[in-house]
């Protein structure tokens, strides 16, 4: 069965460093995203990308995170530098199509913990 | 600004005991979609069902069972014959179309669901 692939599964990481996650969706899904999971919540979109382009990353604290799908299959998540509040479940996940009504399968997720 | 509520943050339950698990939500769209998911200890979200807001029929999947009630802006979820592998945390999320022209999952806080033997 296909899957979302996430790497690393868990990371931990002294604050003002650099972290990086990476994400490979399901073959043929043209549509990824990128949520974070605080402890206790439920996920809150960060990022989506169509393809290459980014189709929404109003959610994005852009003075630290960044984001990029180059060739439209895997992306890569960026935090640098590195806040305490950054630690939590950073979840990647893919559909078939763009739109609303889609289902969102989603990856094992990083669970990142900056001391 | 849309919202979904999961008021009961954690319930427990005996083996063999049914449960159901509590959505409100809150959106001016007229046409919407509805999801359930599972996340065990594991981490990963894991699709259940989707639901748009054109069809109030109650839907059954082997010991799952959805009630869907546009009146009062719930999505409830039962499992019959509860199970220890059901064991987990789970959200309700409704679909949102964002100015920008994407679209986000927006997710109740979950309920954690323990069946003990």
Redesign the interface.
Known sequence: EAEVAQSPRYKITEKSQAVAFWCDPISGHATL?WYRQIL??????LV?F?DESV??D?QLPKDRFSAERLKGVDSTLKIQPAELGDSA?Y?C?SSLL????N???????T?LTVL | AQK?TQAQTEISVVEKEDVTLDCVYETRDTT??L?W?KQPP??????LI?R?SFDEQNEISGRYSWNFQKSTSSFNFTITASQVVDSAVY?C?L????????????????TQLKVEL
């Open positions: 995203y206790g919540q439920g996920p809150e979109l989506q169509q189709v929404d109003s479940m979840l996940a763009a739109g609303y009504r289902e969102q399968f989603f990856g094992p997720g669970r | 979904v919407y979609y999801f998911y594991s981490g990963e979200l894991v699709f989707r748009n959200f999320a679909s949102e179309v964002l100015t920008g022209g994407g679209n986000k999952l927006t997710f109740g806080t979950g």
